[in-house]
């Protein structure tokens, strides 16, 4: 098995920590870092610290004593992953996304998700961060978590969820958002590297996008983890941790 290092990236509203159920299950060395907005660190106001040029950047930056590294990324950490893989492909000896896209590329799709996500973090800020945790919850994207995961471990997602910074989720959603980063469906057939394309079974869209993915990347296997959604690392961690370290060994 290699022992080169599992770089982690989690999704909106996440943090490092918060990829734990994960990072938990995958061999040392791993390192896990927050993305603009999230986590313990200090939040900017300042636009340009939340570009997705800007996140991948960050992550090059984190990342600069090491030999090539397996990337892995969960929804908007994949995406952050993409473009670090694109940018940089000497950096990155694999690539795992999981729940994950290349970006909006019709126009007109994009212009509704940019309003859309504009309009959701203007309700971030007037509303506050334990309204959002509750609306976020509910969204039909995590309706499989309700069914799988426990009162506690919802409990404690919650709990995540509610100790975001409303501004950092805010900035996060208006540079970084699905329709706000530029799409880079175009540029898949340059990745070289091995590369898992990870969905839950149960989530039929992003199942969908990865075989889609797949057909651009050379070296790309579509991984569908059986009773499991959007969030698959949290409801199926064991058989996700297990597709990660087969996309990092080979």
């Excluded at 098995?1 to 996440?14: A, E, K, P, Q, Y």
């Excluded at 040029?53 to 929804?75: C, D, K, N, W």
């Excluded at 706000?180 to 540029?187: D, K, S, Y």
Aim: aromatic share 4%.
């Amino acid at each position: 098995m290699s022992s080169r290092t599992i770089v982690v990236l989690h999704g909106f509203t996440g943090s490092a920590a918060a990829m734990t159920p994960l990072t938990s299950r995958l061999p040392s060395p791993v390192l896990a870092l927050d993305l603009p907005g999230h986590g313990a660190g200090p939040i900017s106001d300042d636009p340009a610290d939340y570009t997705m040029a800007a996140a991948a950047q960050g992550v090059v930056a984190a990342t600069a004593a090491l030999t090539p590294f397996a990337l892995v990324g969960y929804s908007m950490g994949g995406r952050v992953a993409l473009h670090v893989a694109l940018a940089h492909p000497e950096r990155v000896a694999a690539l795992a996304l999981i729940g994950a896209r290349a970006g909006i590329g019709g126009p007109g799709e994009r212009a509704e998700r940019i309003a859309a996500d504009e309009a959701l973090a203007d309700k971030i800020e007037s509303n506050g961060i334990e309204w959002f945790a509750d609306f976020w919850a509910g969204q039909p994207l995590f309706a499989s978590q309700r069914r799988r995961l426990t009162a506690e471990q919802q409990a404690e997602l919650r709990a995540q969820r509610a100790a975001c910074d409303p501004r950092g989720l805010a900035h996060s959603l208006r540079g970084m958002g699905a329709g706000a980063a530029e799409p880079v469906g175009c540029r898949l057939s340059e990745l070289s590297m091995p590369c898992a394309l990870i969905a839950g079974a149960d989530d039929a869209k992003f199942a969908a996008i990865a075989r889609r993915m797949a057909a651009a990347i050379p070296q790309a296997e579509v991984c569908l983890i059986p009773d499991a959604g959007h969030a698959a690392h949290l409801e199926a961690p064991d058989a996700v941790a297990s597709v990660v370290v087969q996309c990092v060994s080979s």
